[in-house]
T-cell receptor, first 111, second 111 residues
Framework: QQPVQSPQAVILREGEDAVINCSSS?????VHWYRQKHGEAPVFLMI?????EQKGHDKISASFNEKKQQSSLYLTASQLSYSGTYFC????????????FGKGTHLIIQP | NAGVTQTPKFRVLKTGQSMTLLCAQD?????MYWYRQDPGMGLRLIHY???????AKGEVPDGYNVSRLKKQNFLLGLESAAPSQTSVYFC??????????FGAGSRLTVL
């Protein structure tokens, strides 16, 4: 079952912050975040393993609340280059049977 | 280092025709995946492979077949194309942590 992402779309001014949420109805082994620009392939941002860790990548960070089966992606002081569609991908079993992706969150950064 | 290469990039088929999409990776990855991406639906897993000679069904396998005769190649076949299979197809590969490297995508239109 696909994880649920919210919001579906966000429009920001450059320099503003954004939060994208991902929630699952199943217990998760890990959560992955990818960004896809229009007409391009998704690109890996970060992976969070169960244990409630928080990771960062430049001004993009994420948290994973294993108990609530939720993850959030935080974009701080957004830049024009952050525009794109963000997908969370969830892994249930820790095996190699692939990620289940949410429907995506469209992020538009305006100058 | 090419990464993941998909061919062809674009294809137009008539209903009932067959075709094969080729995915090739040069990273010596064990795991390979085929996803389809439709507007508003995110990425959905069609089939995957955890090693040479192995294949398994994903979330939306009906109407597709796959083969992995060589470790570096993963083929996706449509035996009798239907308009519902109009989509963008992404191949991805990973080593062990499910950090996916995606190909550039293949856009298929079925008339």
């Amino acid at each position: 079952q696909q994880p649920v992402q919210s919001p579906q779309a966000v429009i920001l001014r450059e320099g503003e912050d954004a939060v994208i949420n991902c929630s699952s109805s199943k217990a998760l082994y890990s959560v992955h975040w990818y960004r896809q620009k229009h007409g391009e392939a998704p690109v890996f941002l970060m992976i969070l393993l169960k244990g409630g860790e928080q990771k960062g990548h430049d001004k993009i960070s994420a948290s994973f609340n294993e108990k609530k089966q939720q993850s959030s992606l935080y974009l701080t002081a957004s830049q024009l280059s952050y525009s794109g569609t963000y997908f969370c991908g969830t892994e249930i079993g820790g095996g190699a049977d692939g990620l289940t992706f949410g429907k995506g969150t469209h992020l538009i950064i305006q100058p | 280092n090419a990464g993941v290469t998909q061919t062809p990039k674009f294809r137009v088929l008539k209903t009932g025709q067959s075709m094969t999409l080729l995915c090739a990776q040069d990273m010596n990855h064990e795991y390979m995946y085929w996803y389809r991406q439709d507007p508003g639906m995110g990425l959905r897993l069609i089939h995957y492979s955890v090693g040479e000679g192995t294949t398994a069904k994903g979330e939306v396998p009906d109407g597709y077949n796959v083969s992995r005769l060589k470790k570096q190649n993963f083929l996706l076949g449509l035996e009798s194309a239907a308009p519902s299979q109009t989509s963008v197809y992404f191949c991805a590969s990973s080593y062990s942590t499910l950090v996916l490297t995606f190909g550039a995508g293949s856009r298929l239109t079925v008339l």
